[in-house]
T-cell receptor, first 114, second 114 residues
Framework: DSGVTQTPKHLITATGQRVTLRCSPR?????VYWYQQSLDQGLQFLIQ???????AKGNILERFSAQQFPDLHSELNLSSLELGDSALYFC?????????????FGSGTRLTVV | AQSVTQLGSHVSVSEGALVLLRCNYS??????LFWYVQYPNQGLQLLLK??????LVKGINGFEAEFKKSETSFHLTKPSAHMSDAAEYFC????????????FGAGTRLAVHP
């Protein structure tokens, strides 16, 4: 157990639907990062939050959004889902903003869009 | 912008043989470098990291990596492969200092044969 909790572990939904992925960071970590892992794109950085504020954006689609709440958990919202959104979505956390601490990853949410 | 290239998407070794996974980076400023391992159906686990201290970095499970600035490389090695080392390995880079996201390579799948 890495200390980063992601729910649900698996999600199957239809095209056009909206889903919410949840992440609880490791105790004491203030930064949360979301990554998408797919066979064709590899690990792609989506977005980073630090202590409730958005800090960096990567290749995140406009249909996707995220937020970090006062208790530091984060949610990734995916809407108007397409078949190509099927992937593993990872959340990671770190103590502060700097990457030198390394990230602690959760076990991921596998999203299947049918 | 920084980037990472992992040479060889698949590497196969015999149990007891040397493991060498190659990683070359591109960065305009001194980088932080990381190796992560991903076992099937699990998240990524940090193996080791280089953050501008010693150039030879020792990690978990007997792995080590050497930062070579002149070659822009950060290859991962293990003297003797074990069956349990079979997994996917990711090299990652970020800029030193500040808050900077990890950029991952495409990954190398390591197979270990008896």
């Amino acid at each position: 157990d890495s200390g980063v909790t992601q729910t649900p572990k698996h999600l199957i939904t239809a095209t056009g639907q909206r889903v919410t992925l949840r992440c609880s960071p490791r105790s004491g970590d203030l930064s949360v990062y979301w990554y998408q892992q797919s066979l064709d794109q590899g690990l792609q950085f989506l977005i980073q939050y630090y202590n409730g504020e958005e800090r960096a954006k990567g290749n995140i689609l406009e249909r996707f959004s995220a937020q970090q709440f006062p208790d530091l958990h984060s949610e990734l919202n995916l809407s108007s889902l397409e078949l190509g959104d099927s992937a593993l979505y990872f959340c990671a956390s770190s103590p502060r903003q700097g990457s030198n601490y390394g990230y602690t990853f959760g076990s991921g949410t596998r999203l299947t869009v049918v | 912008a920084q980037s990472v290239t992992q040479l060889g998407s698949h590497v196969s070794v015999s149990e007891g043989a040397l493991v060498l996974l190659r990683c070359n980076y591109s960065s305009s400023v001194p980088p932080y470098l990381f190796w992560y391992v991903q076992y099937p159906n699990q998240g990524l686990q940090l193996l080791l990291k280089y953050t501008s201290a010693a150039t030879l970095v020792k990690g978990i499970n007997g792995f080590e990596a050497e930062f070579k600035k002149s070659e822009t490389s950060f290859h991962l090695t293990k003297p003797s492969a074990h069956m349990s080392d079979a997994a996917e390995y990711f090299c990652a880079v970020s800029l030193s200092g500040g808050y900077n996201k990890l950029i991952f390579g495409a990954g190398t799948r390591l197979a270990v044969h008896p």
